[in-house]
């Protein structure tokens, strides 16, 4: 047999292998260029999470009741993620009731669809459905928390949201040795569902929580006393950051550690000037991170949750108990104890939220607007409205600028993206209708308008927005949300904002930023924000019986030019009403 010999010329195969190494050697060197000059870009990741509703059977106060919980945790489970990653969260619901979720104090960039108030960017996921929440964490690194966002549901529905700094970026503050979440709320033995059907079926206040909760556990009370205490187990002389959460339905609450000063460094997610302090002052819905210093002798301190009134509104005065307990106390050592603030100690509250600034530092500037396209002035406050089947032929209803919110049946975002007709308007009032003496003598009419009402907002407008307490009914302290964005409060007073004077007070350099912001009991909060982020967007009173009222509106805000600055379409899987 003949051989064959086959002659190949592979010279230009041998110099494209040589091109693609090069070329490879290339990307190599640039990804690892990337990963050095920008390591946060290269560790931007997504976070998947399952969430599953359900039910658990839950023991306090020497009371049991079903509770609906997160993956059968109370609190729930936390959320982990890092500055610019993209968290997909999926929830399921297996209860009886319907449920959203809102990622509080999340910007969400034109992703409203994963906001989670229920009828307001979202229709609820039903029994048996699910939903996938999908938000990208962008210039936001702290702690916040998430919440059931439907009905009272948040009393046993939340936990939360720790986002770390990118990698490669330190904090702005001395580095803690260990990091630990607390949480505070309220507890009910009754089913909180009932309370607010109840509440809402007789036009009167709701009964209050039975206790206070540290991390779930009330602490040892009166009347019974087989209750667990939260116990924050630490070590002489190490730094911990403490992450402190209100998840309260309906209480502003004061948190202190005996013999032990606490630095604020940041509320809300956002960085804050270092403040010295023994007392922190949380409105539901708000967060502030500590440096505690475990720098006392050995042996095991209280830790104290008590709540805030400064008027006559009834609220749980139960203290919730904890403990510091450093290692190696011996058992049944002393306990040493600290004063409470009284309930009513409004100057430990005006101090406390006066002395918060902005870090404002290069890499984290307070971006305050220094011109507004938009000045609005909202009173706030609680009304009576004739009930025909009300228990007193009146019911009680929460209004903002005498107009009290009525939840539509079909999601407004929805609405507002699909051009739906006849579910909402945009003629909500830029001030009161009717003046009057805000914090003095109530109205001789008290009744308010109803209605679907929001304000409009073109992109990127400037919004100075003055919340005024009013005294109709009786004057309090409002926990005041605004989601989608955070704001600036620029100043703070007691009695009727004065146009003329008040001004010049204003903080344009350094004001805290925050979420949340508590409107003092008979005075007003000035702040104010860029609209940069399109879509609508709920502002209502964190008690949840004053959002149950009606105490809440929203804005809608436009598209800007292009998609980079327009809300992205809605998920095919967005639940249905």
């Not at 047999?1 to 290339?26: K, N, P, W």
């Not at 505690?292 to 108990?321: E, H, R, W």
Request: glycine share 6%; hydrophobic share 35%; net charge neutral.
């Amino acid at each position: 047999m003949g051989h064959y010999y086959f002659s190949l010329d592979i010279s230009h195969i041998q110099d494209r292998h040589t091109e693609v190494v090069r070329d490879m050697a290339f990307w190599v060197q640039l990804t690892l260029l990337v990963a050095v000059l920008f390591p946060a870009y290269v560790e931007s990741m997504v976070r998947h999470y399952n969430f599953t509703v359900v039910t658990k059977h839950t023991t306090k106060l020497c009371s049991s009741k079903p509770i609906v919980t997160m993956n059968g945790q109370f609190p729930g489970p936390t959320l982990y993620a890092r500055e610019g990653d993209n968290v997909l969260v999926r929830v399921t619901n297996h209860v009886q009731y319907n449920i959203t979720i809102h990622w509080h104090g999340v910007r969400q960039l034109r992703t409203g669809w994963a906001d989670g108030p229920a009828y307001i960017t979202q229709c609820p996921i039903q029994p048996g459905q699910n939903y996938l929440y999908n938000f990208t964490l962008t210039g936001q690194r702290g702690t916040l928390l998430w919440h059931a966002h439907i009905s009272w549901q948040r009393a046993t529905v939340h936990g939360a949201i720790v986002i770390l700094p990118k990698k490669g970026v330190p904090y702005p503050f001395p580095k803690p040795d260990k990091e630990k979440i607390i949480i505070l709320g309220d507890w009910w033995k009754a089913d909180t569902e009932a309370v607010i059907n109840q509440a809402l079926q007789t036009g009167l206040a709701p009964n209050l929580s039975d206790a206070h909760i540290i991390n779930g556990n009330p602490g040892p009370v009166s009347n019974c006393s087989s209750d667990h205490a939260y116990t924050l187990h630490v070590k002489s002389g190490t730094t911990y950051l403490l992450r402190i959460i209100n998840t309260a339905l309906n209480d502003e609450l004061f948190f202190k550690i005996a013999g032990h000063n606490l630095t604020v460094v940041e509320v809300d997610a956002s960085y804050t000037k270092p403040l010295s302090t023994d007392t922190v002052f949380l409105g539901p819905g708000q967060t502030t991170n500590v440096l505690l210093t475990a720098d006392k002798g050995v042996g095991k301190y209280l830790i104290a949750v008590s709540p805030f009134m400064d008027t006559v509104v009834a609220v749980d005065n139960l203290t919730a108990i904890g403990f510091l307990r450093y290692k190696d106390t011996v058992p049944f050592s002393p306990l040493t104890l600290t004063p409470i603030p009284p309930i009513n100690a409004t100057s430990v509250t005006s101090t406390f939220s006066r002395s918060l600034r902005s870090l404002n530092s290069k890499r984290y500037p307070a971006t305050v607007p220094l011109t507004v396209d938009h000045s609005l002035f909202f009173t706030v406050g609680v009304g009576i409205d004739p009930c025909s089947t009300c228990a007193n032929g009146s019911k009680s209803v929460g209004a903002i600028n005498n107009v009290s919110f009525i939840m539509p049946t079909t999601a407004l975002l929805q609405a507002h993206y699909h051009n739906i007709s006849g579910v909402f308007t945009t003629d909500f009032p830029a001030t009161p209708p009717i003046p009057f003496n805000y914090t003095g003598n109530p109205p001789s009419n008290l009744q308010t308008n109803n209605g679907t009402k929001l304000y409009k907002l073109a992109y990127n407008s400037t919004v100075e927005l003055i919340i005024q307490g009013n005294a109709i009914i009786a004057p309090e302290s409002h926990p005041t949300h605004l989601h989608g964005f955070n704001f600036f409060e620029i100043a703070r007073g007691v009695g009727n904002y004065d146009p003329q004077k008040d001004p010049k007070k204003y903080n344009l350099v350094d004001p805290v930023e925050r979420n949340t912001i508590s409107v003092p009991t008979a005075g007003w909060s000035a702040i104010r924000f860029r609209a940069d982020n399109p879509g609508i967007w709920f502002f209502h009173c964190h008690l949840e019986v004053h959002t149950s009222w009606g105490l809440k509106m929203a804005f809608l805000v436009d598209n800007g030019k292009g998609p980079n600055e327009s809300i992205l379409p809605p998920p095919k899987d967005l639940p249905k009403c």
